[in-house]
């Protein structure tokens, strides 16, 4: 089935693919008939480097797709390391410099915030322009939840706790709400005062549901 991808990230693809055995890949790939000797599997993006063509990011996110182990996968409720799943989410930049996007979702007994670089949406900024900021890692994730939920009310007590801020980012994000799929990394679970569940994530890829 033909997916319409918005975000893939080409980091994730690069650091995944770089502990997977090329034997694992080569079967894989026979299975996809995809040769992974033209994909540059583990091979990383510089700033000034050309982006890897659509056509190559798609065949090598099939690849490191199916190379994560299926035990480690499962809903967002399964509490697994990567998430598959699919929700309506609302997805917009958080910073003023428009480097670090997020797909929010806030319910009565749930808040899910998705975070990762400007630089991987599909159609997005050159690499020569990218971000030094990897929004992947939790804390750089954090400190940009505390930094969009201080100038968001600027005129009350900002909060210091970045699970109070990633409720305020899913109810505050400016953008609109769209049904989409994602496989994304779990980066903290927990729960807030209002005894919400709260999930951060940074996402391999981003469809549009088909």
Request: with cysteine; hydrophobic share 40%; net charge positive.
């Amino acid at each position: 089935m033909v997916k319409f991808y918005v975000y893939i990230s080409d980091d994730k693809l690069s650091m995944l693919g770089a502990q997977v055995r090329d034997g694992k890949l080569r079967r894989i790939g026979r299975k996809l008939d995809v040769n992974i000797d033209v994909l540059g599997i583990g091979a990383s993006v510089k700033a000034g480097d050309p982006r890897p063509s659509d056509a190559l990011r798609f065949d090598r996110l099939r690849l490191i797709e199916r190379s994560i182990d299926v035990q480690e996968i499962g809903p967002i409720s399964s509490g697994r390391p990567w998430i598959r799943e699919s929700l309506r989410l609302r997805w917009g930049f958080v910073d003023s410099a428009q480097q670090a996007v997020c797909f929010t979702e806030c319910t009565t007994s749930r808040v899910f915030v998705m975070g990762g670089s400007a630089k991987h949406l599909v159609g997005g900024m050159k690499v020569d322009q990218q971000s030094h900021h990897a929004y992947s890692i939790l804390p750089v994730l954090i400190s940009t939840l505390l930094e969009h939920a201080h100038t968001s009310i600027p005129f009350s007590s900002p909060p210091d706790e970045p699970i109070e801020a990633a409720g305020i980012l899913a109810a505050t994000i400016a953008g609109h709400a769209q049904n989409f799929e994602f496989l994304a990394k779990r980066l903290l679970s927990t729960t807030d005062r209002q005894g919400r569940q709260v999930i951060l994530a940074s996402p391999l890829f981003v469809a549009m549901e088909s």
